[in-house]
Each structure stands twice: as C-alpha cells, then as structure tokens.
C-alpha cells in the first residue's frame, strides 16, 4: 500500500477541464495543509492551455514539511495524482505517478479497472463516483456536476495530514454558508464511498 504521509515534500498534480474548479481544488488542498501545522510551506498555481471551459487544465500542490519551498514549476512525476474527469487520464498521465504514488479518480469503475488498463503496480488507486453524488445531493452549475470539493474526501483518506475537519474549515471559510455547507457534506460523503485498491 502507497503510504505519503512522510515525505518532506509532498507533490500533488490535479487534472480536470476549464469550469471544473482545478485551482480551487488545489488552492483548498494547500490551506488544510498549513492549517494541519504539519507543513511548513505549501503551494497551489496553477497551469493553463487554451484557458476556456472544457480545456483540459492542470493545477498543482506542493506541501513541504521542513523547508520554503522555491521550485514553482511543473511537477512532473507527482506523490498524488488527482483526476477529475477520468477521460483526460492516458498512459503518460499514470505513469508520470511516482512509485508508490496515490491516484485518485472521479469514476464509476473499479479501482482494479485502472491499475489493469495503465498497469499500475505499487499505486494506491482511490476512486469514487463523485458526478453521481454531486447529481443527486443538487451540488452543480448549469446542471454539470461539481466534484472539485467532494474529490478532497478521497484525497483525506490517504494523505492523514488532510483532515476532513481542517478541509471543512476552509470551504466554510471560502464559501457562502449554503453553499459551503453542501460543499462540506459531500466532501464527507466522497470520503465514505472512497473504493481502495
């Protein structure tokens, strides 16, 4: 089983598509982290194509333990691999994990279905079918799903400094009331129906 919790730093690629809340996700992931103490310095920015809704995007995480962090660019071979659209996820894209990395995917297939497809071996795959929860808790805009806040459960699960409780604290420091007491739930949720392999 992967196990990140100790590395001094900590790299986190999120991919997704232009609309889906890439930055914010990551921006969320970098706030809990510091508000955890456990890291010294943390990073979230991120890396825009063609910036238009749909666009395949990239934002990315560092969570340093002991050290400022200075290297802003692009994390090659990440700790953790967060998919939000599981259609973006090819080859190079899973194999860029570093070994004994965590991938984490927005889908209705098994975990298995993955390692099988991008033969993954010494990878903790975690995955959820977070567009259905998002459907039927009402968590959407313009009818798409939003999985950017719900996908954080899944990434609490195996990266302890992450706690449900600091990641909750941000959103409803983020967001308005309503809205962030959704965004809460279903981050919740999301670390309930997480399926580990």
């Known amino acids: 089983m992967a196990e990140n919790n100790k590395e001094d730093v900590i790299s986190i690629v999120i991919h997704g598509r232009g609309g889906m809340g890439v930055v914010t996700c990551a921006e969320i992931i970098a706030e809990a982290a510091y508000l955890s103490g456990n890291f010294v310095d943390v990073h979230a920015y991120p890396s825009f194509g063609a910036e238009r809704r749909g666009a395949p995007i990239q934002a990315y995480c560092r969570l340093s333990r ?53 033969n993954l071996s010494n990878i903790k795959i975690i995955v959820a079918d977070l567009n259905k929860l998002a459907l039927e808790k009402g968590l959407t805009i313009d009818g798409a799903p939003i999985i950017n806040t719900p996908i954080l459960g899944l990434l609490s699960k195996s990266l302890t400094d992450l706690s449900l409780d600091n990641l909750n604290k941000i959103v409803q420091k983020r967001m308005s009331k309503e809205i962030g007491k959704l965004n809460i739930e279903l981050i919740e949720e999301g670390y309930k129906l997480a399926k580990i392999l």
């Open 66 to 118: 002991k050290e400022k962090i200075w290297d802003r660019a692009q994390i090659e071979n990440p700790n953790i691999l967060i998919i939000l659209d599981e259609t973006i996820l090819n080859q190079n894209i899973a194999s860029s994990l570093k070994d004994n990395g965590i991938l984490i995917i927005n889908s209705e297939k098994e975990p298995k279905y993955f390692a099988d497809k991008f």
